[in-house]
């Protein structure tokens, strides 16, 4: 069965970094994806991660991908107050048309 | 349109009763998905359209909820005899096809209280 696990808070302060770990545990994942919730507001995508790649670098974010560990991650570099959030981390499978979305980690970032 | 519209954004009902909730996703995205996002839970599939058809609704909670697409475009979400435990948060979502790699494009949601 698929099942993705994430933390669901973390703490920082501004000008950190913010790591954000997901766990999944089917191998047949096709794309990893990462997206943000601000209050009161949809998810957002922020970016995605083909599952033969094990990095992805986008301006301030890095993913990192462990297919062997099923480990993936999120770094958001030089963490501003305007990343307070909720990440959703999901996977795509080849089996099914949904995306299947972990329980998100609210990331507080203090000043 | 720009972005994926959903209508009520806030609906307050009282137990029992039907509510209808809307999507409008972008035009020309083939691909439709409603979830359900309740405090603590994540997010939580409830079915995928493609096109108008629904070939996958098994995350529908009971017979209560069900849903329909018409002209492969606006989609709507009907739950019938309204309980507490359906209170939560509505998303609906849309994409160009399924498996693309860029995902979806979700609207705002519709917060469904019921009282």
């Known amino acids: 069965g698929e099942d993705v696990e994430q933390s669901l808070f973390l703490s920082v302060r501004e000008g950190d970094s913010s790591v954000i770990n997901c766990t999944y545990t089917d191998s047949s994942s096709t794309y990893l994806y990462w997206y943000k919730q601000e209050p009161g507001a949809g998810l957002q995508l922020l970016t995605y991660?083909?599952?033969?790649?094990d990095m992805k670098q986008d301006q301030r974010l890095t993913v990192l991908l462990n297919k062997k560990d099923k480990h993936l991650s999120l770094r958001i570099a030089d963490t501003q107050t305007g990343d307070s959030a909720i990440y959703f981390c999901a996977e795509g499978l080849r089996s099914q048309g949904n995306l299947i979305f972990g329980k998100g980690t609210k990331l507080s970032v203090k000043p | 349109g720009a972005g994926v519209s959903q209508s009520p954004s806030n609906k307050v009902t009282e137990k029992g009763k039907d509510v209808e909730l809307r999507c409008d996703p972008i035009?020309?995205?083939?691909?439709l998905y409603w979830y359900r996002q309740s405090l603590g839970q994540g997010l939580e599939f409830l079915i995928y359209f493609q096109g108008n058809s629904a070939p996958d609704k098994s995350g529908l909670p009971s017979d209560r909820f069900s849903a329909e697409r018409t002209g492969g475009s606006v989609s709507t979400l009907t739950i019938q005899r309204t309980q507490q435990e359906d209170s939560a948060v509505y998303l609906c979502?849309?994409?160009?096809?399924?498996?693309?790699?860029?995902?979806?494009?979700f609207g705002s949601g519709t917060r469904l209280t019921v009282v």
């Open positions: 979502a849309s994409s160009l096809e399924r498996d693309r790699a860029d995902g979806y494009t």
């Open positions: 991660i083909f599952s033969n790649m």
């Open positions: 035009s020309g995205h083939t691909a």
